[in-house]
């Protein structure tokens, strides 16, 4: 197909066409950067969390009245809870991963270190680690003998007495690389601050911090041996198996209830639902940029097909002369084909840099990575498929202008 | 502009002859626009004011007690302060109003039969604090200075909660069980959810669902043993529970203070630089005073509770906007720009070059109203819709209110008009003579 014609034709309709590529242009940085942003939210709700989302539970009371002994009054929950039929485990934790709020605590190498190394969320309670089905992949689990009460363990940091303190913690293999790159872990001491300190006994595969708004530190996560009471923020986590958990749940609150007609309890939910609601703001974001997307696809195409329509309407008799000159259909219907392309190509490069100037920009102000290189091809793909779907309906009209239109007068 | 009636008339015809392409332009303007406002009205909600007459005459002062500010990036002390220094504040009392806030989660029992004890969120305050941010009250007041003092067991309910155990009855002087002690109800007001919940940033981030359910005497609610939300600590309270966390240097009160004039600003900062400087000397703050006292506005901006997302949306959605209009820009020159012929033989029966304009800029216009009417039912779907699937934090917020209606039509029609601007100037400049020869 020669070229030529086509570029003196587009000449004489500058605006026009600059107007049709400035907006493919547009729309190809625009859709790039979305893509984009789309991307990175989907990677962000896929973020693995280390336990078994689909297997547990979690109940969460707050205790009207401060009445008798909160560390009895947590085993006489645990005892009830187990007994409900279909539980297979149970556990009581401080936090629960992708919960929101959380506990953190600052992590130090040396215990006279000025500024701290990193900061990790601590979990708290008993039978975490088999109940929430974290994987362990050296060292052991935290056993009886290292549990101590929080009253405690909070004396001894005041009296100075160690001894009352924990001694052992686990951490996730994403801290334990962080803390000692290529270096075994077990047996390491870290200090939460310059007294205490936990000797390292096991390494977790994964487990997600309750606030995991950074990817970079989701996983610097510790599971301390402290022994807690019944308290407001306190959550019982279940685990059952997935076809059990409606039933599981009910019966439990049932069961809780029945020891306590006066509790409340302020959270209900399955491990599906706290995912979904961790991650809502991003699933709304995605779902706005796949909307918008899909608008100014539609917007661009339609414009696409109104300024060829008008174009070949406009051309009418040239058509026509062309065709009664001997050219084919095929000839006609590859010109549109070819202009569109040519307008589409040149709007496509003028929208990589624009896509670059956009990505520079949300670089610099709301601290998104660089834009990866392989979305600039599929910019350009898109726009380009779309331009041709777009022009074939008007130009099947222009191929099917007759030669007889040449000669007649207007 | 006695033609004006002609114009209209001309515009009307030419739009109907090509009646594919007009509505190409009315629905590629409405998709622009609605998108645009859609996304607007929730930016604008989330950050918007959200006590515009006060907003510059409330101060959050804020305290740099463990060098916190030399960790981070951008040296910006905490958002809240430690129950020392709160108290300190309060006792000192050197602004016209203040308040210590901080949110309280007690169980409360109703009366009525049939109704469930249940925990209410509500906020331990001071009796100065309904003044200071125009509480609206349905019935009684708030509490005085001397409740505050003396802990008193008085509470002030949110309407929502009046209406649960008290049937939205008038219950000023009732008596209500919280956490099994009984309060009397001072006063009842009315829906009170400002966003951003300016009066605690620290727990809430900024957005809420509801409102505070119930208010009571922040002394009150120490002496009660209602423990707080969000609790920020360099090092762990040295003693258990709540009363351990009072003793502790760890953060979780939210101070909101009003200040009317420069003088009493600029006062204000001095009396918190002193307080700092002697609080450094007596060993408990480990920096020297790096302190802020910013009114609201520039606390909520400080803080960047408007999140980036909503930003970022309102941007694309923007970009859409710009194509759309583009889009209509190359449409209307490719129509007007056929239409010499007919300019020709106008202006060769003496036509001014103004009336082509009028003409065309009427006709552009019209594309734009109605592009504006079908942009407005989208806006409208649009802001009904984004609480069903979209950003359900804020959604809420969104809402459709006659100044965004007459904004969304003012928007597509100035946008039309600009649009329809260069090909008018084409169209009229057509030399009649010459375009007459060539047809």
Known sequence: MDILPILSTLRRHKLTAGLLVMQIALTCAIVCNAVFLIGQRLQRMDMPSGVAEHELLQIQVADVVNSGNPYARVQEDLALLRQVPGVQSVAFSNQVPFGGSSSNGNVLLDPNQPQRTLNATTYFGQNLVPTMGVQLVAGRDLRDEDFVDVDTALKGLKTGDTKSLPHVTLITRGMAERLWPGQNPLGRLIYLTPTVGLRVVGVMASLVRPNAYDAATAQYTMVIPLRMGADRGMSYVIRARPQDRTRVLAAALAALRKADSQRIVTTRRSFDEVRRHFFRDDRAMAGILVGVITALLVVTALGIVGLASFWVAQRRRTIGVRRALGATRANILHYFQTENFLLASIGIALGMVLAYGINLFLMRHYELPRLPAIYFPVGAVALWLIGQLAVLGPALRAAAVPPVVATRSV | ?439
Not at chain 2, 33 to 56: E, L, R, Y
Not at chain 2, 162 to 170: L, Q
Not at chain 2, 283 to 297: E, M, T, Y
Not at chain 2, 404 to 428: D, I, K, M
Request: charged share 15%.
């Open chain 2, 1 to 439: 502009m006695r033609h004006f009636p002609y114009y209209l008339q001309l515009a009307w015809r030419s739009l109907w002859r090509s009646p594919g392409l007009t509505m190409l332009m009315v629905v590629t303007i409405g998709f622009g626009v609605g998108a645009c406002m859609t996304t607007w009205s929730v930016f604008q909600a989330a950050s918007g004011d959200p006590i515009p007459d006060k907003s510059a005459r409330l101060f959050v002062p804020q305290m740099d007690i463990w060098r916190s500010a030399a960790r981070s990036a951008d040296g910006e002390p905490l958002d809240a302060l430690t129950y020392t220094d709160a108290v300190a504040l309060m006792r000192d009392h050197r602004a016209v109003r203040q308040s210590a806030v901080y949110p309280i989660a007690p169980s409360v029992f109703p009366d009525r039969a049939g109704q469930h004890p249940a925990t209410v969120g509500g906020y331990a305050v001071s009796g100065e604090f309904f003044p200071m941010v125009d509480m609206p009250f349905l019935y009684g007041q708030g509490w005085n200075a001397a409740d505050d003092a003396a802990a008193a067991p008085v509470v002030v309910l949110g309407r929502a909660l009046n209406d649960k155990v008290f049937g939205g009855v008038n219950s000023v002087g009732r008596s209500l069980d919280i956490g099994g002690r009984d309060y009397r109800v001072v006063g009842v007001v009315d829906d009170w959810n400002p966003q951003p919940a300016f009066y605690d940033v620290f727990d809430t981030g900024g957005y809420t669902h509801e409102g505070p359910a119930l208010f009571m005497p922040f002394t009150r609610a120490i002496a009660a043993n209602l423990a707080n939300g969000r609790t920020a600590c360099d090092l762990e309270p040295s003693a258990p529970g709540f009363p351990g966390l009072q003793q502790s240097d760890c953060a979780w009160i939210t101070y909101l203070a009003e200040l009317d004039t420069p003088a009493q600003v600029q006062a204000y900062r001095v009396y918190l630089d002193a307080y700092a400087a002697a609080q450094r000397r007596a060993g408990r703050f480990l920096g020297p005073p790096n302190n802020r006292l910013r009114d609201l506005p520039a606390f909520l901006d400080a803080e960047r509770v408007v999140p980036g997302d909503t930003r970022v949306s309102f941007l694309v959605a923007l970009g859409l906007l710009l194509v759309c209009l583009i889009n209509t820009v190359g449409l209307l020159l490719a129509k007007f720009l056929r239409r010499s012929g007919e300019i020709g033989v106008r202006r060769a029966l003496g036509a001014a070059r103004s009336a082509i304009y009028a003409q065309f800029i009427i006709e552009s216009a019209m594309v734009g109203l109605a592009g504006g009417a079908f942009g407005l039912l989208l806006t409208g779907l649009g802001v009904l819709g984004i609480g069903a699937v979209l950003q359900p934090r804020l959604a809420a917020l969104a809402r459709l209110d006659g100044r965004l209606l007459l904004a969304t039509l003012a928007v597509a029609v100035l946008c039309t008009v600009l649009a329809g601007l260069y090909p008018s100037f084409r169209a009229a400049r057509v030399q009649p003579a010459w375009q007459l020869k060539s047809d």
